[in-house]
């Protein structure tokens, strides 16, 4: 649960949020307890104490690693694919 995802958040047809990336959308499988505010146009996801940790359209740097769409929870209409296990979230920041 090392590798890095660098990308922004999006809502897809069915509701769900979508990392954008160059190979595709990826479905994320958020830890235990976060949710999401807001509506498909603009969001923001919360940690389980209600502080906010990625927001749509904000470019992210996204801890965790790949796995498979039997870890998706909630709604299985996001089940896609391909599926990040999201550990750490961070915005990106680029050398200058």
């Given amino acids: 649960m090392e590798a890095a995802l660098i990308t922004t958040l999006s809502a897809d047809a069915a509701g769900c949020v979508i990392a954008n ?6 479905t994320l499988v958020w830890p235990d ?4 505010t807001g509506d ?4 923001d996801v919360v940690d389980g104490n209600g502080a906010t940790i990625a ?3 904000v470019e992210l740097h996204i801890g965790g ?5 039997t870890s ?4 299985p209409d996001c ?4 599926v990040w ?12």
């Fill in 21 to 26: 990336t160059p190979g595709g959308n990826v």
């Fill in 33 to 36: 307890g976060y949710s999401v």
């Fill in 40 to 43: 498909a146009a603009s969001f």
């Fill in 55 to 57: 927001r749509s359209g």
């Fill in 65 to 69: 690693g790949g796995g498979s769409s």
């Fill in 72 to 75: 998706v929870q909630g709604n």
């Fill in 79 to 82: 089940a896609g694919e391909t």
């Fill in 85 to 96: 296990l999201v550990g750490a979230v961070q915005p990106n920041q680029s050398p200058e």
